[in-house]
């Protein structure tokens, strides 16, 4: 989904507005429209939106390791493995929100 699309959505919705949802086997975990500090509107901000950025959040909850942040992590294959991309879930609006995620540097 596109970000001029997320975007329009969230303006017409309050800020608990699920705009994404993503699977780990049977659990669900939602994006929501969210604000500035979580959320949507925090990612696009903060970290940029795009289908790339969607991906990989799809990627790490999907196939990630814990991070004991609340969330999931993806990892290159070095030896050791380093971290590459990292979620963190909790927000205000539910615990299985989707806080933020972001490219690990």
Not at 55 to 67: F, K, L, M, T, Y
Not at 71 to 99: H, M, Q, W
Request: hydrophobic share 30%.
């Amino acid at each position: 989904m596109s970000a001029d699309t997320i975007d329009a959505t969230c303006r017409h919705h309050s800020r608990t507005y699920i705009v994404r949802t993503y699977y780990r086997g049977p659990s669900k975990y939602t994006l929501r429209c969210g604000t500035k500090t979580w959320g949507w509107r925090h990612i696009k901000l903060g970290h940029g939106w795009n289908s790339t950025m969607d991906r990989r959040i799809s990627a790490a909850i999907w196939s990630g390791q814990p991070n004991g942040r609340g969330g999931f992590s993806t990892y290159n294959a070095a030896c050791p493995p380093v971290e590459k991309f990292r979620t963190i879930i909790g927000t205000p609006a539910g615990r299985n929100d989707l806080l933020t995620a972001y490219n690990v540097d």
